[in-house]
C-alpha cells in the first residue's frame, strides 16, 4: 500500500559537541532543566534527579511519580558503571481471581495476552502496581548526587504551577487517548473539556491553552521538601493509596511504605572489542546482551551497515526475542498501541553518564488520576499474564518484567549512555545504535540519523523505507518485510535518546522525528 506521506522531506538534529556536560531527553524545557543543573555544578545524577520530576511533568502521560523504570550509571572516578532497578510490583493483596479470563481473544492494548473481563489488568484502579521511580532516583541521589534534593524538584514545581501547554503536539497525544481517559471521572476533568472532549488549542492559532497542573505541585512540594520517602510513607503514600482503593484497587499503604528500589550488580559483557554494561533480570538487558552474543557468533562486520548487515541484526533480534518470550514472559507479536515510557540520557564535563528510562507502561498509564495528588497512575499489572502457569504469569507481591533498556557502552575510544522509549521496539533501536558505534564507528549524530529497522518478537521485520533497495532485499531474502515511514505519530520505531563522549569532548542526540526531543549542551541552555 502506498504511503500518504512525503517521499523527499528531510528532518535532521543539530549535534552539538562540548566540553561542558549535555542532557538529551524527549522533552526540550526538561533538557533545559538539566542543562543548568549542570551548569550550576551540578554531577549528572543531580541532572537527571531534575529531568526525571520535570519530565513527569510536561509530559505526563509518558512517565512520572508514579510509575517506575531502571537507570544505568556511569561514575567516571571509579570507572565502573551501577545498575539501579526501581520497577514496579504487584500489590500485597492483588488476586489472580480477580482477573478473569474473558474468552474474547487477545488484550486491548500493548501486549497479547488473554483478553481479562473488563480490561482489568489494562485500564482502571486494578491495574495499578506499587511505583518505583522515587525511591529509584531518591537512591541514586543519596549515592552521587552533590545538589541538594528539594532543590532539584523545584523547577518541576514551576512547570506545574504553570500548567501544561497543549500545543499541536500533546492535543495529539491527548485526542489518542480521549475515550480511555473519559473512564476515570479525576483523568476526565483533568485532560478533557467537559470532561468528554480532547483538549485543543485549534489547528491554525498560536495560543497559550493549558491544563492546570496545581494538585501536582503541590505533591511535587511535599516530596521536595519531605524527601523521596514521602512517597512511600508519608501523607503522599496515604493520599495515593486511598484514592486507588477508593476506586477499587488494591494498592494500600502497606505496599508503598515496604517499597524499596535496589542498586544491582551491572550486565557487563565484552563484544569485539567493546563492552556494554546493561541492567540485569527482569528488564531487556538479558535480550540485549543475547542479540551481541548471535551477532559476535554469525558474522565479521563490513565496512558499511549494508544489506548484509542488517540481515544479521534481524536474525540477532528475533533469536534473542524468542529466548525472552519464551523463558521471561510475553508471547506472540508485538505490541500495536503506543507505549508510555520515557527516557533521556546524561554527561556531564567529568565524564559521569546516566542513561535513565522511566514509564508509566500505556500511554497515559491506568487511565487514572489520583484526585488527591493530581498523579496520572501507572497500569503496570498490565506486564504479567493473567494465564496461571506461565513464567510471567499475575500473582500479588511480585516484581514487574520491563522492557526498558538503558545502556552505557565503550567502543573505539567513545563513551556513550543509550536508552529509548517504544515497549517491545526498545531492544531493536538501542542494539542497533550500539551496533551502528561498535561496528561501524559512527558517531552519536550518525547513528541516530541511520535508517534503521524494528524486530521485536513477530516474524515481520518493520523496515525505514529511507534504506536502500539492496538492503530490504537482503531483509526479505530471511524474513517478510514491511516497510515503514519514520513519523512523528505513531512511532514505527522506538524513541531513542543518548549521549557520546570522546576525549572530553560531549555531544548527544535525541530520535529525529521527535517533535519535543532535543539534545541541550550546559553551555547553550535557554536564558
Not at 529509584?136 to 518541576?156: K, N, S, T, Y
Not at 528475533?318 to 546524561?346: D, I, N, Q
Amino acid at each position: 500500500m502506498r504511503s500518504n506521506f512525503s517521499g523527499t522531506q528531510q528532518i535532521r538534529k543539530a549535534v552539538i559537541a562540548t566540553e561542558g556536560g549535555v542532557v538529551a531527553a524527549q522533552h526540550s524545557r526538561a533538557a533545559e532543566i538539566g542543562a543548568e543543573v549542570l551548569a550550576a555544578g551540578g554531577d549528572a545524577i543531580d541532572a537527571a534527579v531534575a529531568v526525571s520530576f520535570a519530565i513527569g511533568v510536561v509530559e505526563p502521560w509518558m512517565s512520572g511519580p508514579a510509575g517506575g523504570g531502571a537507570m544505568m550509571i556511569w561514575r567516571a572516578d571509579e570507572g565502573r558503571a551501577h545498575s539501579v532497578n526501581y520497577g514496579m510490583r504487584s500489590p500485597a493483596a492483588l488476586d489472580p481471581a480477580d482477573y478473569p479470563l474473558s474468552g474474547a481473544g487477545k488484550a486491548s492494548d500493548l501486549f497479547p495476552w488473554e483478553a481479562v473481563v473488563e480490561d482489568r489488568n489494562v485500564q482502571g484502579a486494578t491495574s495499578v502496581a506499587v511505583p518505583g521511580l522515587v525511591d529509584g532516583v531518591g537512591i541514586a541521589h543519596e549515592r552521587f548526587g552533590r545538589m541538594p534534593w528539594r532543590d532539584l524538584i523545584q523547577p518541576a514545581i514551576g512547570l506545574a504551577k504553570e500548567g501544561l501547554h497543549v500545543d499541536w503536539y500533546a492535543a495529539l497525544i491527548i485526542a489518542s487517548a480521549t475515550r480511555a481517559l473519559a473512564q476515570d471521572p479525576d483523568a476526565a476533568a483533568m485532560f478533557l473539556e467537559d470532561g468528554q472532549w480532547p483538549t485543543i488549542a485549534g489547528w491554525t492559532s498560536l495560543s497559550d491553552k493549558r491544563i492546570a497542573m496545581d494538585r501536582m505541585a503541590d505533591t511535587l512540594d511535599r516530596i521536595a521538601l519531605k524527601g523521596p520517602r514521602e512517597f512511600y510513607e508519608g501523607d503522599v503514600a496515604r493520599a495515593i493509596a486511598a484514592d486507588i482503593q477508593a476506586k477499587g484497587g488494591p494498592l494500600a499503604f502497606d505496599d508503598l511504605r515496604a517499597y524499596r528500589a535496589e542498586f544491582e550488580a551491572p550486565l557487563t559483557f565484552a563484544y569485539r572489542g567493546a563492552r556494554f554494561d546493561v541492567t540485569p533480570y527482569m528488564t531487556a538487558g538479558p535480550t540485549f546482551r543475547d542479540v551481541f552474543a548471535v551477532m559476535e557468533e554469525g558474522y565479521a562486520p563490513g565496512a558499511t551497515a549494508d544489506g548484509k548487515a542488517f540481515a544479521m541484526i534481524a536474525r540477532a533480534l528475533k533469536a534473542a526475542y524468542a529466548r525472552r518470550l519464551t523463558t521471561m514472559g510475553a508471547e506472540g507479536e508485538a505490541e500495536t498501541a503506543p507505549a508510555c515510557t520515557t527516557h533521556f540520557s546524561v554527561v556531564d564535563r567529568h565524564g559521569n553518564m546516566v542513561a535513565l528510562t522511566q514509564t508509566l507502561l500505556s500511554i497515559f498509564g491506568s487511565r487514572v488520576v489520583s484526585p488527591s495528588t493530581g498523579l496520572l497512575m501507572n497500569n503496570g499489572i498490565m506486564w504479567f499474564d493473567p494465564e496461571q502457569g506461565k513464567p510471567n504469569s499475575l500473582a500479588p507481591g511480585k516484581r514487574c518484567l520491563m522492557n526498558v533498556c538503558p545502556v552505557i557502552g565503550e567502543a573505539g575510544g567513545r563513551r556513550f549512555a543509550l536508552g529509548a522509549s517504544g515497549g517491545r521496539k526498545i531492544v531493536s533501536a538501542v542494539a542497533q545504535l550500539s551496533a551502528f558505534v561498535a561496528d561501524f564507528g559512527m558517531d552519536i549524530e550518525a547513528a541516530f540519523h541511520h535508517p534503521r529497522i524494528d524486530v521485536s518478537g513477530g516474524d515481520t521485520v518493520v523496515a525505514d523505507d529511507t534504506l536502500p533497495t539492496e538492503t530490504v532485499a537482503a531483509l526479505e531474502a530471511g524474513h517478510p518485510v514491511i516497510r515503514a515511514r519514520r513519523t512523528v505519530f505513531p512511532y514505527a520505531f522506538a524513541c531513542p535518546a543518548g549521549v557520546m563522549r570522546e576525549g572530553a569532548r560531549n555531544t548527544g542526540c535525541t530520535e529525529i522525528m521527535s517533535p519535543w526531543g532535543d539534545a541541550i549542551p550546559e553551555s547553550q541552555r535557554a536564558q
